[in-house]
């Protein structure tokens, strides 16, 4: 098993520091990327905490929905999967983790304690896996159904605070590009971050004539879809992506079509990725708390098991406001 001062070498930290932040000390004051680097190496290296047997035979399910390529071309799922393992590791538990193109992951879910699924799956999928373990709850999916619990970054809110944004800096000529995403490859899923931009078209009477793009959440999509509208000369002038990773690739477009960022065109994301301090410009987006939306769903998960709550929950998590560089005032 891995020691304090291995992970203490291979994160860059001092002994002292490893052992603060493994133990949750909140008095220690150390930056959100050394705490989460700090748990990666924990992790990757295998380090258990000693002297917990309660919490270490507690075995954490997290099922996802994605693959592991998926994950990497846009960190919102990564995010919310460091989350869980970060809470698992401070406090002693087994994590086992499946992908839902595995062939064998009903079976590896089968003897767990509690399982957290990160995704989308559809209703048949959802039904088999709350049948799989008493302690369910689906991160990043809504679901009406009351018997299910889920747990979610309320994007809608975060749409219409984010296109409200653009309306006060004069914005009316506003493009959404998003993603598609589906359950079980056919049964498509609403997203709400579309059905707000509509709303609120339709509600100010904006034309959304030629604005609406969607393909993939990925840099390269986001890319290729501004591309279209620029090449088809249609009239905008602020883009509102359904995600940071598409926004990089709008950014990356208008640039190449000799255009400038917020000057010709603003630009607004969703997730606040770390990227997005970097981008050039660096990017306006609505900050979605996702890697703690991974924590409170493990957490929810061990206290239903620990404290034995059948009762379901829904909660939502909201997102705020970062204002940087890639938005302005509408060009005269």
Not at 36 to 62: C, P, Q, W
Not at 128 to 136: A, P
Not at 197 to 218: P, V
Not at 255 to 269: R, T, Y
Request: hydrophobic residues 40%.
């Amino acid at each position: 098993m891995a020691t304090i001062r291995q992970i203490a070498e291979k994160a860059g930290v001092s002994p002292a520091t490893v052992s603060r932040i493994l133990n949750n000390d909140s008095t220690l004051s150390v930056a959100e990327e050394t705490r989460i680097r700090v748990f990666s190496v924990a992790e990757e290296l295998h380090y258990t905490k000693k002297g917990n047997n309660d919490k270490a035979a507690f075995k954490m399910g997290i099922l996802q929905w994605f693959s592991a390529e998926e994950e990497q071309r846009d960190d919102y799922y990564l995010k919310a999967r460091q989350g869980i393992e970060d809470y698992c590791i401070r406090n002693s538990i087994s994590i086992i983790r499946a992908y839902r193109s595995d062939a064998n992951y009903r079976e590896v879910i089968s003897s767990l304690d509690g399982l957290i699924c990160v995704g989308k799956f559809s209703v048949k999928e959802t039904k088999e896996l709350l049948e799989s373990c008493n302690n369910v709850i689906f991160v990043d999916m809504a679901v009406d159904s009351r018997d299910v619990s889920t747990l979610t970054i309320d994007f809608r809110t975060a749409a219409k605070e984010a296109l409200y944004y653009l309306k006060a800096l004069g914005h009316e000529k506003i493009a959404y590009i998003g993603g598609l995403e589906y359950a079980s490859g056919t049964e498509a899923i609403e997203d709400s971050r579309k059905k707000e931009y509509l709303a609120f078209m339709k509600k100010h009477k904006f034309s959304t004539e030629g604005l609406i793009r969607e393909d993939q959440f990925s840099t390269a999509s986001g890319y290729e879809m501004m591309n279209n509208i620029l090449d088809e000369k249609v009239s905008v002038t602020a883009v509102f992506a359904a995600s940071d990773a598409i926004a990089y690739g709008v950014l990356r477009s208008i640039k190449e079509h000799k255009m400038s960022v917020p000057k010709d065109i603003s630009v607004i994301g969703i997730n606040d990725s770390e990227m997005s301090r970097f981008s050039e410009p660096a990017l306006t987006t609505m900050h979605a708390p996702v890697y703690e939306m991974g924590q409170h769903s493990a957490n929810l998960v061990y206290a239903m098991s620990r404290l034995s709550i059948k009762t379901p929950l829904k909660a939502h998590l909201y997102c705020e406001l970062v204002e940087r560089e890639s938005c302005g005032k509408v060009k005269k």
